[in-house]
């Protein structure tokens, strides 16, 4: 799309680091770029507190209920939780020394000061709280007294928003260790409602042995889109994974081989020699990072969390796909990935009509002559905008010439081949709700009438992405080359974003009944054409044959004299269809009029001239 290579790069970029998101639900045709290149994807589960048993492996946590032990109604609140556990052992009848205590490696009792970073990816199948059946929602962060409430973001009419959104917030355990996640409903005039929420203890997280304060993904990488976004190395990781268990540190046997708790690990058991990314980060990293995957550290994930409303909590309102990271701000922080949705390109698509051929001819003229007054309309599917060209008039062959440029913007998602096209439902509605279509550009030929509805005459469909190759000739068209032929014949497909310019001839064909084979009503040649914003700026180009006409500059059409509308041009119908048909009749008319009009007159004056000439001969 005319990038510089910078630009090149950096494109590449966020659609791989888009496609990682699709590839990890299984849509292998949005996340194809990404497994096309070999990444992994992160894995797509549940809460991680059901994967994990809450994460209560150091302690379990009790609620604090409101009231007095003698007033159960009291009882409807908890006001906060005793994070710790109970062991009951029997005395040894021996006298020796029981079972050794539990929490001889529990964190100190001071405060820790922690980076908090919330993304927050979609949100599905939330229940609706306006009228028309939809929500227009928003996310919201809420963690001790820090309050988000995104209103800016809202998603307008709508069930299942794509937010892409990361929020930042700073706390301290355990005085802050509740994280709500909350989607509202925007409302203008009243006040918003809450859809639902969900809760996290980032302090069973952040204190847990299977480290749930960021994801591990499945290689390690030190460079390119999915650079390592962990505050700590693997083989820092680790080390501390095994002073939290009471096991002794590993010990390394040069970079490809680490025992730990008595079990030998080799970096051979899971790469493939000879086989290493050009990203990947060093060996022994490597092989730290498969220990801890194999040891059931908290993978990179993407959570389907359930939002329940505190109105009515038994009932699931929906599910919003996020994850946290939890960093303690005594380390450097690495800086935050980008989920932002992918944003749609503007393009604009430039289709030339040169000439049509083969039309079929649906009226007669006034002198008997089959003929058709042809016209070419043209579309983007899912888009109000039709345009069309001028009428070549009385066709008597089923040729038509043009030279007509129709201009289309339009907004594209490249990785999903998709147009992204955005309008109100109403006139009065105030947002636009987004729609997305296949970039499908239509065409029809039409015949034009003055008194009475246009003759539809053909129709042809392009798939701009995998479109019919054209052929250079008219007259070597036919319906085998539609791609959906009758005969099932494979024809070559292109794609104009591929090619970026097209031209040739394409048949139109007219299927009012499915059950009859499909006909051939016409050929039309055009020239397609797609380019960028920046491109057509630099490019400008106007509509019809509009200033500014160029890129190309469009003639008018050569077209035969024959070609005029008989109720706007009565001297041309009658020179050229009158005259030109039944000038023998005519002139045979018009002698006919004067002989007969000289006898009249000839036997109107015989009786005078003979009174004239017997008084003379009497003189």
Same mark, same amino acid.
């Given at each position: 799309?005319?990038?510089?290579?910078?630009?090149?790069?950096?494109?590449?970029?966020?659609? =791989?680091?888009?496609?990682?998101?699709?590839?990890?639900?299984?849509?292998?045709?949005?996340?194809?770029?990404?497994?096309?290149?070999?990444?992994?994807?992160?894995?797509?589960?549940?809460?991680?507190?059901?994967?994990?048993?809450?994460?209560?492996?150091?302690?379990?946590?009790?609620?604090?209920? $409101?009231?007095?032990?003698?007033?159960?109604?009291?009882?409807?609140?908890?006001?906060?939780?005793?994070?710790?556990?109970?062991?009951?052992?029997?005395?040894?009848?021996?006298?020796?020394?029981?079972?050794?205590?539990?929490?001889?490696?529990?964190?100190?009792?001071?405060?820790?000061?922690?980076?908090?970073?919330?993304?927050?990816?979609?949100?599905?199948?939330?229940?609706?709280?306006?009228?028309?059946?939809?929500?227009?929602?928003?996310?919201?962060?809420?963690?001790?007294?820090?309050?988000?409430?995104?209103?800016?973001?809202?998603?307008?009419?709508?069930?299942?928003?794509?937010?892409?959104?990361?929020?930042?917030?700073?706390?301290?355990?355990?005085?802050?260790?509740?994280?709500?996640?909350?989607?509202?409903?925007?409302?203008?005039?009243?006040?918003?409602?809450?859809?639902?929420?969900?809760?996290?203890?980032?302090?069973?997280?952040?204190?847990?042995?299977?480290?749930?304060?960021?994801?591990?993904?499945?290689?390690?990488?030190?460079?390119?889109?999915?650079?390592?976004?962990?505050?700590?190395?693997?083989?820092?990781?680790?080390?501390?994974?095994?002073?939290?268990?009471?096991?002794?540190?590993?010990?390394?046997?040069?970079?490809?081989?680490?025992?730990?708790?008595? =079990?030998?690990?080799?970096?051979?058991?899971?790469?493939?020699?000879?086989?290493? $990314?050009?990203?990947?980060?060093?060996?022994?990293?490597?092989?730290?990072?498969?220990?801890?995957?194999?040891?059931?550290?908290?993978?990179?994930?993407?959570?389907?969390?359930?939002?329940?409303?505190?109105?009515?909590?038994?009932?699931?309102?929906?599910?919003?796909?996020?994850?946290?990271?939890?960093?303690?701000?005594?380390?450097?922080?690495?800086?935050?990935?980008?989920?932002?949705?992918?944003?749609?390109?503007?393009?604009?698509?430039?289709?030339?009509?040169?000439?049509?051929?083969?039309?079929?001819?649906?009226?007669?003229?006034?002198?008997?002559?089959?003929?058709?007054?042809?016209?070419?309309?043209?579309?983007?599917?899912?888009?109000?905008?039709?345009?069309?060209?001028?009428?070549?008039?009385?066709?008597?062959?089923?040729?038509?010439?043009?030279?007509?440029?129709?201009?289309?913007?339009?907004?594209?998602?490249?990785?999903?081949?998709?147009?992204?096209?955005?309008?109100?439902?109403?006139?009065?509605?105030?947002?636009?709700?987004?729609?997305?279509?296949?970039?499908?550009?239509?065409?029809?030929?039409?015949?034009?009438?003055?008194?009475?509805?246009?003759?539809?005459?053909?129709?042809?469909?392009?798939?701009?992405?995998?479109?019919?190759?054209?052929?250079?000739?008219?007259?070597?068209?036919?319906?085998?080359?539609?791609?959906?032929?009758?005969?099932?014949?494979?024809?070559?497909?292109?794609?104009?974003?591929?090619?970026?310019?097209?031209?040739?001839?394409?048949?139109?064909?007219?299927?009012?009944?499915?059950?009859?084979?499909?006909?051939?009503?016409?050929?039309?040649?055009?020239?397609?054409?797609?380019?960028?914003?920046?491109?057509?700026?630099?490019?400008?180009?106007?509509?019809?044959?509009?200033?500014?006409?160029?890129?190309?500059?469009?003639?008018?059409?050569?077209?035969?004299?024959?070609?005029?509308?008989?109720?706007?041009?009565?001297?041309?119908?009658?020179?050229?269809?009158?005259?030109?048909?039944?000038?023998?009749?005519?002139?045979?008319?018009?002698?006919?009029?004067?002989?007969?009009?000289?006898?009249?007159?000839?036997?109107?004056?015989?009786?005078?001239?003979?009174?004239?000439?017997?008084?003379?001969?009497?003189?």
């Amino acid at each position: 799309y005319g990038l510089t290579t910078s630009g090149i790069k950096q494109w590449y970029q966020r659609r =791989v680091r888009g496609s990682k998101y699709y590839a990890s639900i299984g849509d292998d045709m949005l996340g194809r770029v990404y497994n096309e290149k070999g990444y992994e994807p992160m894995e797509y589960f549940e809460e991680l507190e059901l994967r994990f048993g809450n994460f209560r492996d150091l302690a379990e946590s009790y609620p604090i209920w $409101h009231g007095k032990h003698d007033d159960l109604q009291e009882l409807d609140r908890a006001v906060g939780y005793f994070k710790g556990t109970f062991r009951i052992y029997p005395l040894p009848a021996d006298g020796s020394e029981p079972p050794p205590r539990m929490l001889q490696n529990a964190p100190s009792n001071e405060t820790i000061d922690l980076k908090v970073r919330i993304y927050v990816i979609k949100a599905k199948d939330l229940q609706p709280q306006d009228p028309n059946g939809f929500s227009d929602p928003y996310p919201a962060v809420k963690l001790g007294k820090t309050k988000i409430r995104d209103r800016d973001n809202y998603k307008p009419k709508c069930l299942e928003p794509k937010f892409g959104l990361v929020y930042e917030l700073d706390c301290t355990i355990p005085l802050e260790s509740e994280l709500k996640v909350q989607i509202f409903d925007y409302d203008y005039l009243s006040g918003d409602d809450l859809i639902g929420e969900t809760k996290i203890d980032l302090e069973n997280r952040y204190l847990s042995t299977h480290r749930g304060v960021c994801g591990l993904p499945k290689r390690y990488y030190t460079s390119g889109p999915y650079k390592w976004r962990d505050s700590q190395t693997p083989k820092e990781i680790l080390e501390d994974w095994c002073s939290t268990q009471n096991i002794n540190p590993p010990m390394w046997q040069g970079n490809c081989r680490v025992k730990v708790a008595g =079990v030998l690990y080799l970096l051979s058991d899971y790469e493939v020699k000879g086989k290493v $990314h050009k990203d990947w980060g060093p060996a022994d990293d490597r092989l730290a990072l498969y220990v801890l995957l194999d040891n059931k550290l908290v993978p990179e994930h993407i959570e389907q969390r359930t939002l329940y409303n505190p109105l009515r909590p038994e009932m699931a309102q929906g599910v919003i796909e996020m994850f946290v990271d939890i960093f303690p701000k005594s380390r450097e922080i690495p800086p935050p990935i980008n989920i932002t949705p992918r944003a749609p390109q503007d393009l604009e698509l430039r289709v030339i009509v040169w000439n049509c051929s083969d039309v079929v001819l649906s009226d007669v003229s006034l002198a008997g002559e089959m003929m058709s007054d042809i016209y070419v309309k043209g579309w983007l599917k899912g888009q109000d905008k039709k345009q069309r060209t001028d009428v070549h008039y009385r066709s008597l062959n089923g040729e038509g010439n043009f030279n007509w440029r129709f201009i289309f913007p339009f907004e594209y998602l490249p990785a999903e081949e998709v147009m992204v096209i955005k309008k109100r439902e109403h006139f009065y509605s105030i947002d636009k709700h987004e729609e997305k279509h296949l970039a499908v550009f239509c065409v029809q030929i039409w015949d034009n009438d003055i008194f009475q509805a246009d003759d539809f005459l053909g129709v042809l469909e392009l798939h701009l992405n995998r479109m019919p190759k054209p052929s250079k000739f008219a007259k070597t068209v036919s319906l085998d080359d539609l791609i959906d032929n009758d005969k099932g014949k494979e024809v070559q497909v292109v794609s104009l974003f591929d090619q970026k310019n097209i031209k040739g001839w394409w048949p139109c064909y007219c299927d009012y009944d499915p059950s009859i084979p499909r006909e051939l009503t016409g050929k039309v040649e055009m020239e397609l054409e797609v380019l960028t914003k920046e491109d057509a700026e630099t490019k400008p180009a106007g509509r019809a044959r509009d200033e500014p006409n160029e890129n190309p500059r469009l003639k008018p059409p050569d077209r035969p004299a024959t070609s005029f509308s008989w109720f706007t041009s009565p001297w041309k119908s009658i020179r050229y269809i009158l005259w030109a048909n039944y000038k023998w009749y005519i002139i045979g008319a018009l002698l006919l009029i004067l002989i007969i009009a000289f006898i009249l007159i000839f036997l109107y004056s015989l009786p005078g001239g003979v009174a004239d000439e017997l008084f003379k001969m009497f003189d």
